[in-house]
């Protein structure tokens, strides 16, 4: 039986979401109408691989949580379903937060989230209780079980908060099941504890699988933890960074603890920790393991500090990055777009060996939704050139400018002409393995999006842009000579 606030939901989607499909970004992932923010249940479900994501479908501002649905067979077409869960019981009445989903043996699919339920005390202060609870469905309709919530309180290590205790990320290994979530211990930063269970319904503590210390944020939100490339990897979103280097931005950051896993001590053992998205808008992924062995990404490409910075003309709000493969190269962890975006390639314009010296641009090098790389190389073998610029999304007034400096061995992107209407950080700088002035850069562009991989997947980068369409330019400029290659392909992924 839906509930009602489900049902209203499911007519407002019908009733809206025709409206919004010209408008909406090619092949990111939005709500198509309100608002969304972290992804959820990133997971393959009975040979597609269906993604929710943390929605209030009528107003483009954040309310009480539902989950939104969406599925695809390659990752870049989405088909849209209707909202999964909605905010309609005693222990979820103020939100259905983050959580993840795993396929039952049986076929069914489990739905694992925080339920949130905010009391208010007699001095008039909200006190919110955060425990995780299951819905199990078919694939469209789930149904919230009897025995919610599954984790509570009760299961918390001495001192861990029942207030933030959240964002459950479930898999399956071995015909076991377990979860990890997010906590604030009683030193007021957060903790990564590991739950387990036999069944996926009855749920034991086991670990403190990682703890932050106060040393990189405070509560870290929305953890993921797998195996890869003969590592053990922890991605989180850490509340209240405070800025480290290049590295790490202030504000919600996002990053991954990379090492081995103590088996007995269930403890992740921290050899190397950095940041996955070196952009402006990135916070929250989830990761999925493909049937052919791929462990692939998803994010929210948006970040809370800028979240209220909506287009007023535009009816939804928050989009995902495009998915990306993993691997740990070198003890960094690289990403890649995902491999089916190739398949979406039309027209190539290739060109090699370019000579630039000053500004210029090359005859069929524009547009919007594109797959584009620009491999750099020193252009005279006596002195290193200054500076390098690409310059996306342009036209008279609007430009996104990607800067690499081989003599500091950083990017900077700046986006403050990319058609915001709020004075907000527009932009960031970061290191790259500095070479010998050698820098390859894809770049990715969809109609409100550009999302750079720099080096093969060494370091990424997302952001929003807001410029309009018809801004497609693309030029280069250097101070000093620069051998270019460029090879470009639109993308052809339009709605018919
Ligand atoms: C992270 C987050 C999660 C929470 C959700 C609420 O972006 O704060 O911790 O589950 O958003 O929408």
């Known amino acids: ?48 691989y269906h993604l929710f994501f943390q929605y209030y479908p009528y107003n483009t501002k954040w309310g009480p949580m539902h989950w939104g649905h969406v599925k695809t067979k390659d990752f870049i077409r989405w088909e849209r379903l209707p909202a999964a869960l909605a905010p309609d019981t005693d222990y979820d009445k103020d939100g259905c937060f983050s959580g993840g989903a795993v396929e039952l043996p049986d076929g069914r699919h489990l739905l694992m989230y925080t339920g949130v339920r905010n009391v208010r005390r007699r001095n008039g202060k909200l006190e919110s209780f955060q425990t995780q609870c299951i819905a199990i469905g078919n694939g469209i309709d789930y149904e919230k079980i009897a025995l919610n919530p599954v984790i509570d309180a009760s299961m918390l290590p001495e001192g861990g908060s029942t207030h933030d205790f959240r964002d459950p990320k479930i898999w399956e290994e071995d015909g076991h099941y377990y979860a990890v979530v997010g906590n604030r211990s009683e030193d007021d930063s957060g903790t990564i504890l590991l739950f387990e269970s036999a069944d996926a319904l009855h749920w034991q503590y086991v670990s403190v699988l990682a703890a932050c210390h106060n040393q990189y944020g405070k509560m870290w939100e929305c953890p993921d933890f797998f195996h890869l490339d003969g590592c053990d990897v922890l991605l989180t979103s850490p509340q209240e960074m405070t800025a480290i ?73 928050g989009q995902m990055t495009l998915p990306r493969e993993l691997t740990v190269r070198n003890g960094r962890l690289c990403q890649v777009p995902v491999r089916e975006i190739e398949k979406y390639r039309g027209v190539k314009i290739d060109y090699r060996n370019v000579l630039i010296t000053g500004e210029t641009s090359l005859r069929g090098i524009h547009g919007r939704c594109l797959d584009m790389t620009v491999t750099v190389r020193p252009g005279n073998e006596n002195s290193l050139y200054q500076w390098f ?28 002409h990319s058609g915001f209407p709020h004075d907000i950080v527009n932009i960031r700088e970061f290191p790259v393995t500095a070479g010998s002035g050698e820098l390859k850069m894809r770049v990715i562009l ?7 991989f720099i080096n093969d997947g060494e370091q990424a980068a997302s952001f929003v842009l807001y410029s309009p369409q ?17 090879e470009k392909y639109d993308l052809e992924i339009r709605e018919k």
Request: proline share 5%; net charge positive; hydrophobic share 35%.
């Open 389 to 416: 610029r690409l310059y996306v999304a342009r036209d008279g007034e609007h430009y996104t400018m990607i800067r690499y400096k081989p003599g500091t061995g950083t990017i900077k992107v700046d986006r403050t």
């Open 446 to 452: 969809d109609r409100y999006s550009m999302e750079l």
């Open 245 to 317: 280097g290049l590295e790490f931005h202030p504000g919600n950051a996002n990053i991954c603890l990379i090492g081995h896993l103590d088996r007995e001590k269930h403890h992740l053992v921290r050899e190397r920790v950095q940041a996955i998205d070196y952009g402006l808008d990135f916070y929250a992924p989830q990761t999925l393991k493909t049937p052919d062995g791929r462990r692939i990404m998803i994010a929210w490409m948006q970040n809370w500090e800028t979240s209220s910075c909506a287009q007023n003309d535009l009816s939804f709000f």
């Open 470 to 486: 018809a801004a497609t330019a693309i030029s280069f400029a250097s101070e000093g000579a620069v051998l270019v290659d460029v």
């Open 1 to 48: 039986m839906l509930s009602e606030k489900l049902r209203r939901a499911r007519k407002f989607e019908k009733k809206y979401l025709p409206y919004t499909v010209k408008e909406l970004p090619f092949f990111h992932v939005t709500g198509g109408i309100g608002w969304i923010n972290d992804p959820n249940g990133f997971a393959p479900f009975k040979g597609e």
